[in-house]
C-alpha cells in the first residue's frame, strides 16, 4: 500500500463531499485540492474540508503536481472525458459510479489508463468493505450449499424534476445508471462465485421498465441468466422507494444482507444473516469496519495503486466493462438510448476534434484507382451498429493512422452501411477514408443486381461514391464480360473508383482481367478472398475461397494481384487456449482444425517468442510480409482487440521466415 496518497476531487457536488469527509480517517488518504467549473464553488469546498488549493477549472486541478489521485465526481456523461485527460495527466483515478455512460466509453477509459500507465477503479464503495469479502467468503465455504438465484434492488422516490441529475437525459438521468448499477453489479459478482471467478457476465439480459417524459428510465426490472443456470434478478428506481436489501438462495438455504450498498457509512459493524436449512434460527454474521466506507474505499486505491487495478471484490477493469456490457444490454431492452449517443450527436469520448495521433505505427499500399494510400489494416464493418460502439471503435482506428473500411450490401440488413455512414458524415471525413462495399452476394449475384444494390449502398452510405467495389460473390453461369462491362458502366460514371471480386476463383480473375484487356477495359484492381497462415480447410460461408495455398500464392505473386484478406488472423486460431481436442467452438474446429494448421501454430508461437510479440502478430504479419501487395481485414469487438493487432505492422518477416511458418 501507498504510504499516503495525495487526492484531488473533480467536481464538487454531495458525492465528492461523502468522499472528502470520510478522507482523513483513510490510513492512507490526504486532500490537497478540488477542482471545480464554479471557482466559487471550489473555495468553499476546499475551506470545508481543509483542501490546500482550490482550482477553478477541472484542467487546473489536473496540472497541479501535489495531486497523485483523482476522485472525480462529475456527472455520468463527463466521467470519460476527464478520467481520459486524467490519465493523460498521469493521475491515478478513482471514477464514480457508473465508470462511463456505455461500455464504448469504459473501454476507452481503461485503453487510456493502460496507455499511460495509472490506475483506475469504478467506485463502487461496498465492493471495497469487508462486509463483501465477508459474503462472498461465505458462500464460497458453502454456507448455503450450491447458490443458484440472487435477488438485489436498490430503489428510491424522488421528486420529479426534469433539470436534475436523476430525470435529465442530457446528465444520464434514470434509476438503471444511477443506482441499478449496484444491483447488476452485486448479481455479477455473486455469479462469479458460483462460477469460481471474480466474476461472471450473464449471457442474456431480460428486462422491463418505465420511461419518463425526459426518456430515462423511472423503474425498472431485469433477469440475468448466466452459465451454469444461476439466475438473478435485479430491480431499480428513481420514483419508487423499494426494500433495498441482496438475497442470495442455495440448495441448503439462503443470506440476507439487509444493508447491501452502503454498510456502515462511517464504520462501525454489519450483519449478514444466514438461513440454514434444518436449523430452527438463523445465525447472525457480524462484520468490523473500523472506518468509514468511503475511506476504505480509499485506501482500497492506495492499497493496488502500484498493480493499476484493484483484485475482487473492489473493481478490476474488466469487472467494470463487464457490467457496463450488462447495463447496455437491459437499457436495450427498456428502450433507453440517451439523446448524447444517437449518430448524430455523438462526440468523440475525449471531447477534443479526431485526429491521427502523431507517433502512430499504420503502414500504408496503393490500389489502382484509389487516390488515396490505403492503411494495410482495414476495419471490417459487418457487426457493429449500436452508436456509440460504432464512434468509439472507429474513432480510436481512425486515430491510430487506420483509414479504410470494409462493409456489404447485406451486412445486418443494411444496419452496417447505415452505421459507418453516418461516423463518417458526423466526422466530415468522406475525403479521408476509403470505403470499400461489396454487393450481388448469393443469390443475388447478377449484373443488374450490381447496379440496383449498388444505388442503395450509396444511398445508405451518404456517399456518391465508393472507392472500391467488390462483387461479395461470382457467379459462373454468368459469362464473366458481362460483370465487367456493368462494372466499368459504374466506373465510368464515378460510382466507383475501382472494383474487385471478394471470392472469386483466379481462373476467373484471369477471365475477367482479359476479357478487360480485349474490350480496353479496367480489370480488377484488386481481390478480397481468404488469406492466413492457417489454411481454410472448410468454407466458413457457402462460396468462401481462400488463396493462402502455395500455387494461388505464386499466382499473386507474379501478377502482383493485391489481395485484401478477410479473416486473416483465422478467427481466433492464433489465440492462447485453441485445443485441437476441444471442439466446443464448432466453426473455428470446423473451418481451421487440421494437423497442418496446428504445426503452423506452434511455430507461429514460437517466432512469437523469439520476437517478443503475440503469435496473432506473427500470424498477421505473415499475411503483410508476403511479396504481392497485401491488406488485412480484421473484425475488433472490442479497442484492446484493435490495440493487440496493431504491433503486427512492425514484424518484419524474411521470406525465409515466411516459407518455415507455412512447412515449405
Known sequence: MATTLNWGILGAGNIAKSFARALPRSVSGRLVAVGSRDPVKAEAFAKEFNAARAHGSYEALLADPSVEAVYIATPHPMHAEWAIRAAEAKKHILCEKPLALNHAEAMAMVEAARAHDVFLMEAFMYRCHPQTRRLVELLREGAIGEVRMVQAAFGFNAGYNPESRLFANALGGGGILDVGCYAVSMARLIAGVVAGRPFADPQQVVGAGHLLPTGVDGWAAAVLRFAGGFVAQVSTSVQLNQENVVRIYGADGWILVPSPWVPARDGGQTTLIVHRKGESQPREVLIDADRPIYAIEADTVAQFVEKRQAESPAMSWDDSLGNMKALDAWREQVGLLYEAERPENLKTVHRRPLAVRAGHNMKYGRIRGVDKPVSRLIMGVDNITHPPH???????????????????????????????????????????????????????????????????????????????????????????????????????????????????????????????????????????????????????????????????????????????????????????????????????????????????????????????????????????????????????????????????????????????????
Not at 426 to 454: N, Y
Not at 497 to 520: D, I, M, P
Open 390 to 664: 460504432i464512434a468509439v471503435m472507429f474513432d480510436d482506428f481512425f486515430e491510430r493512422g487506420g483509414n479504410a473500411f470494409d462493409t456489404a450490401y447485406i451486412y445486418g440488413g443494411g444496419r452496417c452501411e447505415k452505421a459507418l455512414g453516418g461516423w463518417v458524415r458526423s466526422r466530415g471525413l468522406r475525403d479521408k477514408v476509403v470505403l470499400l462495399g461489396k454487393g450481388a452476394h448469393t443469390p443475388d449475384c447478377q449484373p443488374e443486381k450490381i447496379t440496383q444494390q449498388l444505388a442503395v449502398s450509396l444511398e445508405r452510405l451518404g456517399t456518391d461514391y465508393l472507392d472500391i467495389y467488390m462483387m461479395h460473390r461470382d457467379n459462373p453461369d454468368v459469362p464473366v464480360g458481362e460483370f465487367v462491362d456493368v462494372l466499368n458502366e459504374h466506373l465510368s460514371t464515378g460510382r466507383i473508383r475501382s472494383f474487385g471480386g471478394s471470392n472469386w476463383s483466379l481462373r476467373r480473375v484471369e477471365e475477367a482481367n482479359a476479357w478487360a484487356r480485349k474490350k480496353g477495359l479496367a480489370g480488377f484492381a484488386a481481390i478480397s478472398n481468404n488469406l492466413s497462415l492457417a489454411e481454410m480447410v472448410d468454407p466458413i460461408w457457402a462460396g468462401c475461397i481462400h488463396v493462402s495455398d502455395p500455387q494461388s500464392r505464386a499466382w499473386l505473386e507474379k501478377t502482383q494481384t493485391p489481395v485484401l484478406s478477410w479473416s486473416s488472423q483465422a478467427r481466433g486460431f492464433f489465440l492462447e487456449g485453441v485445443d485441437p481436442a476441444d471442439r466446443s467452438n464448432r466453426e473455428l474446429a470446423r473451418c481451421w482444425f487440421s494437423d497442418a494448421n496446428f504445426r503452423r501454430r506452434e511455430r507461429a508461437f514460437e517466432l512469437a517468442k523469439k520476437k517478443g510479440v503475440l503469435p496473432i502478430n506473427v500470424a498477421l504479419a505473415y499475411v503483410l510480409c508476403q511479396p504481392f501487395p497485401t491488406f488485412a481485414l480484421i473484425g475488433p469487438r472490442a479497442l484492446w482487440e484493435t490495440r493487440t493487432s496493431l504491433p503486427a505492422l512492425d514484424v518484419l518477416l524474411t521470406p525465409d521466415e515466411i516459407r518455415w511458418l507455412w512447412g515449405d
